[in-house]
């Protein structure tokens, strides 16, 4: 056994003996030993952490001294980090790949513990080099490995900018093992799950820093983004039992969540488009599970302040694909109405109501370019609709009430007949009625606005009766403030058990007292254009919770006129047919015991009754019964010449007069009538307001109307005849009355004074109503020289008082008061 050994007798290849040359020649018992002299410190210490044995590791003593020697001395760490590259790159050529481990675990070492010096920055160029040329090779093991570095360098926060690294080949690379398909599951999951960690690495790393490169352009997010799409998809979207197991689709939505959350303004489309080409491209919208799925993350993650853009971006899109299937678009709209409501709470002023154009946008081009629609068409629009209703249920209400108008004056008008006109009218009325159906109604002033009142009102007569009905519900939703919508859904007589109601406000009753006549007027307009059940049964429903909403006992006069208004359209209209009357007549007399039950007058419920009754025995057609659903159409003619069984004006005034309430309005006033569109009693302008009294004040009850009073008084059951008054004042004031001549010149001059208030500019107003001489200053003139005058009177008054008295008593008068 020598003494000496050399390290030309460890029995190496030649190739090989030369290579390890200089780690033999590093024994001190070496012959060789005066080689190991000539090299550098840093590389006799890097060599030194490589086992002779690459199984034993690195050895941990030399790598500390290796530390200690780059903390001393930093200028010598670009220099070591370079030599481990040489190292390991020899050793991957030669498949060594422990000591590749080594040589990548000794820079993990150093990099995370001189991270704080200020060369650090040529020693990561030779740290990527490495992290690259191990991702480069085709060993699944070495991948991991080098990805796992580079995630403990995206980590460690860089003191010195820097200026030109690139990270281009380590997104493609990390890319394309997130779509690893190996035939190893476990291998393939580990291997994906490493390349999204390297995404997650680089998207920490260039995020942060603006000096470095842009990952938001559009080549890196049209990797990153598929990339962890493809991972999510592939995996269940239920909740894994097992939070400590990390799987592909888990990491990859947390990694999708870190991303849109460190978005910007700027760099939200760079996110949103390459994930929209990944769901066109394999065909995910239908079913739209993994969309709906993945469009949540993005709300939820996103800033609230731009998550409008997210809605705005998706409109675009359901844009571009207006020539896709109608199931594709109604899954568009469907992932559309999921994710509106979350970004309904940041939108505000002109941003809501450019989601709610869109959205009309959408329904129009619908409606326009088909010309029958279909079920798979009609699906899409109701989706469109559910999205406006869930992004107008999460604003106040105020803006519920502005959206509401919006879509109101979209509507096309009732002039416009056809088809395609009725069929938008309808669908955007539905999305008028999704909005009406999530508004709480606290005031009626404030739900029914006038401007949003008018054009509705007209809605209500439209001659088709699916625009009516849905006007109908729409009225309902806005009403029904006590949820008795479903409850008055029927025409009945019998009491409502489930009837909740309270006494309006006194907001509620001007409400009334403005508007009411306008709303009972398209009732009845609304009652005489169909004699379909439902049409019929939709228009009482409004018109019973109006009258429950509003009915007391300073609004009950308009409501029985309302009554009597529906039995004049059933008794004079010719063109209506008889079922069509009979209906209007069971409708008058079931709002007229709604309206006795609500305002509690127990005197007109009685009279109800005995209507009722008498109408039992001699005309059951002229009841609700004849309104029941599943009742046959019957063949004999119906005996509508009954004046002793309908409701009288007189009698309904003397049953208020009874009660000890005011029944002047419903003696004099006239019921509602057929297309008046204004009624006479709530003129809206001050000048009709001032003719309308004057012709109240000229004018008395005429002898033939009384008498026909009386005629129909004697016709009604339950009813005293009143007897007509023969005294002289009654004959004075007959007398008295003017001629018809003077009566037709008063008419004459009020119609003039009222055509030049309304036709008249403002100038010739002015010089109309001017005084023909100054009396305003006349006046003043007077009243100037009166006070002057009484000003005089009292100084002549004082002086003389004055003159009277000692002139220190005028000046010093307490002082000589005894």
């Not at 050895?59 to 030599?83: A, H, Q, W």
């Not at 059951?717 to 018809?740: F, I, N, Q």
């Amino acid at each position: 056994m020598a003494l000496i050994s050399c390290c030309f007798d460890s029995g190496f290849e030649l190739p090989e003996l030369f290579d390890t040359f200089v780690q033999k020649c590093t024994d001190p018992g070496c012959c060789c030993g005066c080689c190991s002299a000539l090299r550098p410190r840093y590389k006799r210490l890097v060599d030194n952490i490589f086992p002779v044995n690459p199984e034993d590791g690195l050895v941990k003593s030399n790598m500390e001294k290796l530390t200690f020697y780059s903390l001393s001395s930093p200028d010598k760490l670009d220099r070591i980090g370079e030599y481990l590259y040489q190292k390991a790159s020899k050793d991957i050529n030669r498949k060594r790949y422990r000591f590749v481990e080594i040589a990548m675990e000794a820079m993990d070492i150093l990099l995370q513990a001189c991270h704080a010096q200020t060369t650090l920055n040529l020693f990561v160029e030779s740290f990527l080099r490495m992290v690259q040329k191990l991702l480069e090779d085709s060993n699944p093991t070495l991948q991991i490995l080098a990805t796992n570095s580079f995630v403990k360098f995206a980590n460690i926060n860089e003191d010195t900018p820097s200026y030109h690294r690139r990270y281009d080949f380590f997104i493609s690379k990390f890319s394309s093992m997130c779509h690893g398909n190996n035939d190893n599951t476990e291998l393939r999951d580990n291997i994906r799950l490493a390349g999204i960690k390297g995404l997650q690495g680089v998207i920490r790393k260039t995020v942060s820093d603006d000096l470095v490169e842009n990952i938001w352009e559009k080549q890196h997010m049209e990797k990153i983004v598929p990339s962890l799409l493809f991972n999510m998809q592939s995996g269940d979207l239920t909740p894994v039992e097992d939070a400590t197991q990390v799987t592909p689709p888990a990491l990859a939505e947390e990694v999708l969540r870190e991303l849109v959350g460190r978005a910007s303004f700027g760099h939200i489309r760079s996110v949103l488009k390459p994930l929209l080409t990944h769901l066109d491209r394999h065909e995910l919208w239908v079913p739209n599970t993994f969309a709906i799925h993945t469009f949540r993350i993005v709300m939820i993650s996103i800033q609230p302040q731009y998550s409008y853009t997210v809605v705005e971006t998706l409109m675009q899109h359901l844009d571009n694909n207006f020539k896709s299937s109608p199931k594709t678009r109604t899954s568009l709209a469907v992932v559309l109405s999921k994710i509106i409501a979350i970004a309904a709470g940041e939108s505000v002023g002109p941003s809501a109501l450019d989601i709610i154009n869109n959205l009309l946008t959408h329904l129009k081009t619908s409606v326009g370019t088909t010309t029958e629609i279909t079920p798979e068409e009609s699906q899409y629009q109701e989706a469109l609709i559910n999205a406006l209703g869930e992004f107008a249920n999460h604003h106040p209400d105020y803006q519920k009430i502005e959206i509401m108008l919006f879509i109101m004056n979209t509507v096309p008008d009732l002039t416009k007949k056809s088809k395609g006109d009725q069929m938008l009218q309808n669908i955007l009325l539905k999305s008028l009625l999704k909005v009406g159906t999530q508004y709480n109604t606290v005031s009626f002033e404030k739900a029914f606005p006038a401007s949003f009142l008018q054009p509705l009102l007209k809605m209500a007569r439209a001659p088709h009766d699916p625009t009516r009905i849905i006007v109908m519900k729409i009225f309902q939703a806005l009403l029904d403030r006590h949820q008795n919508e479903k409850v008055l859904s029927t025409v009945s007589v019998k009491p409502y058990a489930a009837l909740s109601q309270e006494p309006p406000s006194r907001s509620d009753i001007i409400f009334t007292h403005k508007y009411g006549a306008n709303i009972m007027q398209a009732l009845i307009d609304s009652m005489a254009l169909s004699d379909k059940v439902d049409s019929l049964t939709s228009s009482y429903n409004t018109a019973a919770l109006l009258l429950v909403e509003m009915a007391c006992g300073e609004t009950v006069q308009e409501f029985l006129l309302f009554i009597l208004g529906i039995q004049q359209v059933a008794a004079t209209a010719e063109d209506l047919s008889e079922l069509h009357k009979c209906c209007l007549h069971a409708i008058a007399i079931a709002l007229l015991t709604l309206a006795a039950r609500v305002t509690g007058i127990t005197n007109l419920l009685e009279y109800a009754q005995t209507i009722i009754e008498a109408r039992k025995e001699d005309a059951g057609h002229f009841l609700p019964s004849i309104m029941e659903p599943n009742k046959k159409p019957s063949t004999t003619k119906f005996n509508l010449n009954l004046p002793h069984l309908s409701i009288d004006k007189i009698a309904l005034a003397e049953c208020l007069q009874n009660a000890g309430m005011d029944f002047n309005r419903l003696q004099s006033g006239v019921p509602y009538t057929l297309n008046q569109r204004d009624n006479p009693s709530h003129r809206h302008s001050w000048v009709e307001s001032v003719s309308n009294q004057m012709t109240q004040r000229n004018s008395s009850t005429d002898l033939t109307t009384y008498n026909g009073d009386n005629d129909s008084i004697s016709s009604s059951p339950g009813v005293a005849k009143a007897t007509p008054e023969y005294t002289v004042d009654a004959m004075k004031r007959y007398l008295a009355e003017p001629s018809e001549a003077m009566k037709k010149e008063m008419q004459e001059k009020q119609k003039q004074i009222v055509r030049a208030f309304r036709e008249s500019n403002f100038e010739e107003l002015m010089k109309r109503t001017e005084p023909k001489h100054d009396v305003l200053q006349n006046r003043l003139n007077d009243l100037f020289s009166s006070l002057a005058l009484d000003n005089k009177a009292m100084q002549n008054v004082n002086n003389n008082n004055n003159q009277d008295k000692p002139i220190y008593e005028t000046y010093f008068p307490e002082l000589f008061y005894y």
